[in-house]
Each structure stands twice: as C-alpha cells, then as structure tokens.
C-alpha cells in the first residue's frame, strides 16, 4: 500500500465547475497536509496547507480533512483553464524532520 | 528576487561522470532539502538539514553526497553518474524542521544522464 494515494487522472472538468481532488494517507499518525500545484515542466507551488478536521477555505479552494477516514480533498470552485496542473497531496508526521511524503499527484484538465 | 534558486536548470552528462548541483536561499530559512521527481513524476526526500546539520538521510545510494557549507546553502554532488539518476531535482527550504512548516521549491534542475 503506498503511504499517499491519488488518482492520477486525469480528470477533466468544464470551466466553471467544481474539481474534486481527493487523497487518502496510510499513516494513522500523520499530522500536516498540504496540496501543491505544479505546472509542467515547474516546481511544486503550495497551494493550501491543513492541520486539523474539517474544512478550510482559501478563495477559491477549500481543503477537507477527516482524519478518522484518514481522507484529504481539495475542492476548487470555478475552475479555470489557469488551474489545469497536476495537484499532488503531501502529509507529514510528528518527529519526521518535517520530511513530505507525497502522493504520484492527480492531473486537472480544465476545458473551455 | 527569487527565493529559492538552483544552477544549473539543465544539466545533460554522460554516465560514469561526477557532477554537483547548487541550490541556495535568501527566506532566512533554517532547514534545507533535496527531493527527486522521476519520470512518473514522483516526488520523494533525498535530505534534509538544518543549519548546516544533517536531519534526514532517506535511502539513497552513497553516490549522493549534500554537503551544507551555511544555512542558506545546500549542494549535491554525484558521483558515477548512472542512467537511472536521470530526474529533476528539486531544492526546498523551511523556515525551521518542526512539522508543518511549509517547504518553499526551487525551480528545479533537470539531470539527463546519457
């Protein structure tokens, strides 16, 4: 079982809906997630980070935390074409060094 | 002014070569780091330091060796290049190594070795 999984898509969404991006972590114990954006041929952006259940808000994005479920989502609302890129999930765990274990990353095609 | 840089962006070198990758941060962060990003696009931990110690030393063959010569430096240097090396290779910085500080990405250093 990997320790991060998403599904690598893609997934294509028309412009202006909503993109669901989901994650799920093997880690009973991880304690920070975050979501990073990263275009081709770029480096990875942070896109939301989150610590605790329930939903965080950041414009158009919200991140979703259930950690009894051990599950993560990025929602983003009013999908642009701008937000076609590969979105990867990133725990980490107490005591690890601050280390990021991510996920193989879900591509977001966003279609006019 | 960019925050986190890396020389060189492109790096193309043939097997059996030594080379060595520079990354340097002006955040005035504490902690510094080397990911790998593969061909599937997989981003893993190579190291991580902090102030100029080592804090992770993922598995990585010995060919790799960081060296942090300051806080605001970290360098990768390989040895015997491989075909198998060929990556993009990505420095970050953290402000400290609590957990849930978040990383800051260089631009990245495209490594093909022929």
């Known amino acids: 079982q990997k320790e991060v999984e998403q599904n690598s898509g893609p997934l294509s969404v028309p412009e202006g809906a909503i993109a669901s991006l989901n994650c799920t972590y093997s880690?009973?114990?991880?304690?920070?997630f975050f979501w990073y954006r990263q275009y081709s041929g770029k480096s990875p952006e942070l896109i939301m980070s989150?610590?605790?259940?329930g939903d965080k808000e950041d414009g158009r994005f919200t991140a979703q935390l259930n950690k009894a479920s051990q599950y993560v989502s990025l929602l983003i609302r009013d999908s642009q074409p701008s937000d076609s890129a590969t979105y990867l999930c990133a725990v980490n765990r107490p005591g690890g060094g601050n280390k990021l274990t991510f996920g193989t990353g879900t591509q977001l095609k966003v279609e006019l | 002014d960019t925050a986190v840089s890396q020389t060189p962006k492109y790096l193309v070198t043939q097997m059996g070569n030594d080379k060595s990758i520079k990354c340097e941060q002006n955040l005035g962060h504490d902690t510094m780091y080397w990911y790998k990003q593969d061909s599937k696009k997989f981003l893993k931990i190579m190291f991580s330091y902090n102030n100029k110690e080592l804090i992770i030393n993922e598995t990585v063959p010995n060919r790799f060796s960081p060296k942090s010569p300051d806080k605001a430096h970290l360098n990768l240097h390989i040895n015997s290049l491989e075909l198998g090396d060929s990556a993009v290779y990505f420095c970050?910085?953290?402000?400290?190594?609590?957990?849930?500080?978040?990383?800051?990405f260089g631009p990245g250093t495209r490594l093909l070795v022929l």
């Open positions: 880690d009973r114990v991880s304690q920070s």
């Open positions: 989150i610590y605790s259940n």
């Open positions: 970050a910085s953290s402000q400290d190594w609590t957990t849930g500080k978040t990383q800051y």
